[in-house]
């Protein structure tokens, strides 16, 4: 994952015709494999307005996990 403050680099805005990215919660930002991604500027693409703020950011190893507990067996 890429990360700034606490915050991950990821979709923030997509609605089929127009899309951006920005910094959000990191349960919503995307893992990238690390064999692609060495550095902040491989999640985009080569002259992406992007850039400048990727560079700000740095690559954290992240797990994501998901729990499911089951509070009561149905009978």
């Known amino acids: 994952m890429i990360m700034k ?6 979709k ?3 609605d ?15 893992i990238h ?13 080569k ?3 992007y850039t400048g703020e990727l560079e700000t950011g740095k690559i954290v ?3 994501r996990t998901t729990t499911v507990r089951i509070l009561e067996e149905s009978k």
């Open 5 to 10: 403050g606490g915050k991950a680099w990821g």
């Open 47 to 49: 002259g992406s307005h």
């Open 16 to 30: 089929g015709h127009s899309t951006s990215y920005g910094w959000l919660d990191a349960e919503s930002a995307p």
């Open 61 to 63: 190893h992240v797990e």
């Open 12 to 14: 923030t805005y997509d």
């Open 33 to 45: 494999d690390p064999k692609y991604c060495t550095q902040p500027t491989d999640v985009t693409w």
